[in-house]
Nanobody
Framework: QVQLVESGGGLVQAGDSLRLSCGAS????????MGWFRQAPGKEREFVAT????????YYADSVKHRFTISRDNAKNTLYLQMNSLKPEDTANYYC?????????????????WGQGTQVTVSS
């Protein structure tokens, strides 16, 4: 089992950047495909980005493509999400998640472990 803790959220203005981190304990992150999801008030949790176990493959939601970058440092047991050109519609609670499946997957049910989330608020 792996425990995940997100950090790096905050209040920023439109056009600003933030970098989220997700630290892991309990097991090494290299055992898992990792993903970022987000959930805004009153909305379902939605896929943001995913990365393969070694970082060799990434996949993004269309809404964040070319603005967000997912990366991982397995030596530090940490997952990252670099968010540039932030928009008010990016406002949400952001969650990292670990999946035992090595397939590229965007559905929350395919992920086995979740962090508690970190809030990102983008003002216009």
């Amino acid at each position: 089992q792996v425990q995940l803790v997100e950090s790096g959220g905050g209040l920023v203005q439109a056009g600003d950047s933030l970098r989220l981190s997700c630290g892991a304990s309990g097991r090494t992150l290299s055992s898992y495909r990792m993903g970022w999801f987000r959930q805004a008030p009153g909305k379902e949790r939605e896929f943001v980005a995913t990365i393969s176990w070694n970082g060799g493959s990434t996949y993004y939601a269309d809404s964040v493509k070319h603005r967000f970058t997912i990366s991982r440092d397995n030596a530090k047991n940490t997952l990252y999400l670099q968010m540039n050109s932030l928009k008010p519609e990016d406002t949400a609670n952001y969650y990292c998640a670990a999946s035992r499946s090595w397939d590229t997957t965007t559905t929350p049910t395919a992920y086995d472990y979740w962090g508690q989330g970190t809030q990102v608020t983008v003002s216009s």
